[in-house]
Each structure stands twice: as C-alpha cells, then as structure tokens.
C-alpha cells in the first residue's frame, strides 16, 4: 500500500528538550510539507522541501528544523526554542510541489508538552 | 495576496437533508481550490479539487463543489448527508506565484454534525 506514515501517534515533550517526529512516504514523490494545526486555526506551513537536500521556511518556522536527506523522509524536530508546541502536526507530500498539484497527507502526531 | 474564508465555523444538518458549506476565496491569480476532510485525530482526506477545468467538481462520497469567478465562492455540497460525513471540512487555495511552487492556504474549517 502506498501511503504516509508518521510516527509516533502522540509524543510528549519536556522543558528543554527537542523531539523529532517522523514521516515517511512510499509514493515517490519529490515534494513534502509539514503543517501544524491547533484548534479553530486550520493548518500553518512550518516548512516544505521540493527535492531532496533542499528545504524552505513555511509561515512558522521558528523553533522547528528540518532535513531531507532521501527522498522518501522528511523528520521535524520541535526544537525548545519553540515556546508553545502543543498542536497536532501533520506532513504531507505531492509528486511535484506544484500549485495544482494534491497534497497527501499523514495520519498526524500530537505533539504535548509535560 | 491569497486567502480563503469558511463563512461558518459549525454547520449541524439532520441525516438525509442537503449540507452546504461556504467558502469564499481571494486570489491574484487563477486559483486551485481544494476541499480537504478531516476525521477526529486523523489526516486530511482530498475531497475534490478545481483546476481550471469544469467548473462543477465531483468529488467522493457524493460531495460536489462549484467554482464561480464572479462570486469567488467554492461552496461544498451534498444532497443527503449521513451520519459518517460528519468530521471537520477545510477549504483550501493553492498559491500560485506565476511560478511553481504550490504553497496551501487552508481556511479555518467547518465542522459538520449530522443528527439522527
């Protein structure tokens, strides 16, 4: 099955620590996204990479790193810089990043701080 | 600049009566419009997408959008609703910068309840 994953389901932080979640997708596609998504918000672009060994700043990028060393794998990690990082975050892919293009997205992990 | 505008942020229909939700978009440029779907906990689910093409967009499980430039409204709609339609619906413009980068903007989401 084709498909993207993202582990785990629910991640807890503690002050001062960075996490990592991870996505993974099988689809081949070139371009992948991350989003976060907090009540009555919709969802904000935290980054977005088109091709692997690149990646660009999305509307909230503070407090987040990405890499994209293979193309099938797009980790964030939720840095402790990043002051209020309860939210559910999801990532997604499309085969080419472009603006007709359809993002598929992840089956999300909550992020929460103890 | 691009934005998208759910008009209601909570939406409650009876099982087997029409659901409409509303959406008006801005866009410099001749927009993609998506509606996305989302179940509690869950992903988002492409529910159908306008590009350029037939203004009437068919999408799955019965849902169906029109696209209308004069009005700048996407609107989402469905004959008869039934009670696993309900979840939240996001009304999404793709930006276009006349190059190719496909950067979403998602409105803030509709959440449908479907009563029995």
């Known amino acids: 099955d084709g498909g993207i994953t993202q582990s785990p389901k629910y991640l807890f932080r503690k002050e001062g620590q960075n996490v990592t979640l991870s996505c993974e997708q099988n689809?081949?596609?070139?371009?992948m996204y991350w989003y976060r998504q907090d009540p009555g918000q919709g969802l904000r672009l935290i980054y977005y990479?088109?091709?692997?060994?690149?990646?660009q700043k999305g509307d909230i990028a503070e407090g987040y790193s990405v890499s994209r060393e293979k193309k099938e794998s797009f980790p964030l990690t939720v840095t402790s810089a990043q002051k209020n990082p309860t939210a559910f975050y999801l990532c997604?892919?499309?085969?080419?990043?472009?603006?007709?293009?359809?993002?598929?997205f992840g089956p999300g992990t909550r992020l929460l701080v103890l | 600049a691009q934005s998208v505008t759910q008009l209601d942020s909570h939406v409650s229909v009876s099982e087997g009566t029409p659901v409409l939700l509303r959406c008006n978009y801005s866009?410099?440029?001749?927009?993609?419009l998506f509606w996305y779907v989302q179940h509690p906990n869950k992903g988002l689910q492409l529910l159908l997408k306008?590009?350029?093409?037939?203004?009437l967009v068919k999408g799955i499980n019965g849902f169906e959008a029109e696209f209308k430039k004069s009005e700048t409204s996407f609107h989402l709609t469905k004959p008869s609703a039934h009670m696993s339609d309900a979840a939240e619906y996001f009304c999404?413009?793709?930006?276009?910068?006349?190059?190719?980068?496909?950067?979403?903007?998602f409105g803030k989401g509709t959440k449908l309840s479907v009563k029995p």
């Open positions: 990479s088109q091709i692997v060994n690149d990646f």
């Open positions: 306008y590009t350029s093409a037939a203004t």
């Open positions: 997604a892919s499309s085969y080419s990043g472009g603006f007709q293009e359809t993002q598929y």
């Open positions: 999404v413009v793709s930006l276009h910068y006349g190059g190719s980068q496909g950067n979403l903007i």
């Open positions: 689809l081949n596609h070139d371009a």
């Open positions: 866009s410099s440029y001749s927009p993609s």
